[in-house]
C-alpha cells in the first residue's frame, strides 16, 4: 500500500523554465511533508520541508505548496539549471508512527531532466 | 560537519552468503535509521535506533537480517543468508529527531546478489 505517491517517474523541461514536481499521499496523519533530491551514486539530499499547518514554503529557487484538502503537494523550481537534474523524491512524516521519532515514508521519486 | 560515512560502497555476493554494511553517523545525532532502496522505488525503512534502543523494526525481515547498534553511535546491519532480491542499495541515515529537520543521508552500499 503506497502512502505517498510519485505518479510521474521522469520530466523534462528547458534550462530556465519552471520544473513542477507533483506528490500525493493518502494518510492523512501525515503532518510534515519533504523532499529530497539524489544524484546517481550519492545518497539523497534534504531539500526542502513544509509542515502541514501551512501551504507554501519558499527557499530559493524552491517552493512547496501543499494542498491538505486534495492531499497533494508539489515542488516547484524556477529557474531550473541543468545541474538541478536529478531523482526528487517526496516523503511525509507521521507523528503517530513512533512516538517522538519521525520515520519517513517515500514515494518513488521522479527523474528531472533539465536540458541546456 | 563530517557526513554520515557507509562502508563499504560496493559489494557482490553469491546467494546465501552473508554480509555486513558499517555506518557511522554524525556526531551528536542521537536517531539512526537502515534504508533498503530496491531499483526504480523510493527508500524503505528496515529499522530505526535512537541511541542504542530499537524504535522500530517492524519491516525488518528478521529471519535473515540483523543490526546493532553498539555504544549508540556505529551501526551495523547483516544478511544471513542473502537472497537474489536482496540486491539494493542499503542507506543508513541520521537525525536530531526533529520534525521536519530531515535526515542525513550516507552515499549507501549498493549490494548485488547473483
Known amino acids: 500500500d503506497q502512502q505517498v505517491k510519485q505518479n510521474s517517474p521522469s520530466l523534462s523541461v528547458q534550462e530556465g523554465r519552471i520544473s513542477i514536481l507533483n506528490c500525493d499521499y493518502t494518510?492523512?496523519?501525515?503532518?510534515?511533508f519533504l523532499w529530497y533530491k539524489k544524484y546517481p551514486a550519492e545518497g539523497p539530499t534534504f531539500l526542502i520541508s513544509?509542515?502541514?499547518?501551512?501551504d507554501k514554503n519558499e527557499d530559493g529557487r524552491f517552493t512547496v505548496f501543499l494542498n491538505k484538502s486534495a492531499k497533494h503537494l508539489s515542488l516547484h523550481i524556477v529557474p531550473s539549471q541543468p545541474g538541478d537534474s536529478a531523482v526528487y523524491f517526496c516523503a511525509a512524516s507521521d507523528p503517530h508512527s513512533g512516538g517522538s521519532n519521525y520515520k519517513l515514508t517515500f514515494g518513488k521519486g521522479t527523474l528531472l531532466t533539465v536540458n541546456p | 560537519e563530517a557526513g554520515v560515512a557507509q562502508s563499504p560502497r560496493y559489494k557482490i555476493i553469491e546467494k546465501r552468503q552473508s554480509v555486513a554494511f558499517w555506518c557511522n553517523p554524525i556526531s551528536g545525532h542521537a536517531t539512526l535509521y537502515w534504508y533498503q532502496q530496491i531499483l526504480g522505488q523510493g527508500p524503505k525503512l528496515l529499522i530505526q535506533f535512537q541511541n542504542n534502543g530499537v524504535v522500530d523494526d517492524s519491516q525488518l525481515p528478521k529471519d535473515r537480517f540483523s543490526a546493532e547498534r553498539l555504544k549508540g553511535v556505529d551501526s551495523t546491519l547483516k544478511i544471513q543468508p542473502a537472497k537474489l532480491e536482496d540486491s539494493a542499495v542499503y542507506l543508513c541515515?541520521?537525525?536530531?529527531?526533529?520534525?521536519?529537520?530531515?535526515?542525513?543521508f550516507g552515499s549507501g552500499t549498493r549490494l548485488t546478489v547473483v
Open positions: 513544509i509542515s502541514s499547518i501551512k
Open positions: 541515515a541520521s537525525s536530531l529527531n526533529r520534525q521536519g529537520y530531515g535526515y542525513t
Open positions: 494518510n492523512s496523519m501525515f503532518d510534515y
